[in-house]
């Protein structure tokens, strides 16, 4: 046997705007979530979301052909919500470059959306993944990973908080502890106190 454990697998595929920027994307706007906050949410700010399907043609699938699906991904950026909230339940997909546009003071460069379906060679390669994939079917709003609906699939769960914890089940009674503690609860209410170890007695 050996004496190394293995490291888990993590099912699910993620891919987040921040990792794909200048990749040619398919996407399909599947849902909108209105409010689902995360740890790092504040109360007095809406945490939206907007749920994709996309095939990142920039990847690689497992059989090593170009164009990788993720389904059900959830993006939290601010202009991508505005620009495919539009887009939910449409069956056609953009055709799109992972881009950043620029920054306003005091404000992050915000991920965009940049359409390439007016470039031929863009075209083919979207063309030729649909043709290798004839039955695609974008996924349904309430998804199929066994999870809520306002629920992110890979969000960390928060450990809850000492006072949210369970109680802890009590240890078994020792029945001759128990004797001993109702011997020392007797003689305490009769007012005979444990004498102190003589000298020759070992004491604690």
Request: charged share 25%; net charge negative; glycine share 6%.
């Amino acid at each position: 046997m050996s004496q190394f454990d293995e490291p888990e697998e993590v099912t699910g595929l993620r891919l987040n705007p921040a990792d794909i920027i200048g990749h040619v994307l398919l996407v399909w706007a599947i849902d909108y979530k209105e409010h689902s906050p995360t740890r790092f949410s504040t109360p007095d700010k809406k945490s939206d979301v907007i749920v994709v399907d996309l095939v990142d043609l920039d990847l690689y699938d497992e059989d090593d052909r170009e164009g990788l699906l993720a389904r059900r991904q959830w993006w939290r950026q601010g202009r991508l919500i505005q620009t495919l909230r539009g887009k939910i339940g449409s069956t056609r997909p953009m055709l799109v470059m992972m881009d950043k546009g620029t920054g306003t003071q005091g404000y992050a460069a915000p991920y965009v959306l940049t359409s390439v379906s007016s470039d031929p060679v863009m075209v083919t390669r979207a063309n030729d993944w649909f043709a290798r994939h004839p039955n695609h079917q974008v996924s349904t709003p309430d998804g199929e990973w066994g999870v809520k609906p306002d629920e992110d699939p890979w969000e960390p769960k928060q450990q809850p908080r000492p006072e949210q914890r369970p109680a802890q089940p009590q240890q078994p009674s020792n029945p001759t502890l128990d004797r001993l503690r109702a011997q020392a609860t007797r003689n305490r209410a009769k007012g005979i106190l444990p004498q102190p170890p003589s000298d020759d007695q070992p004491g604690f």
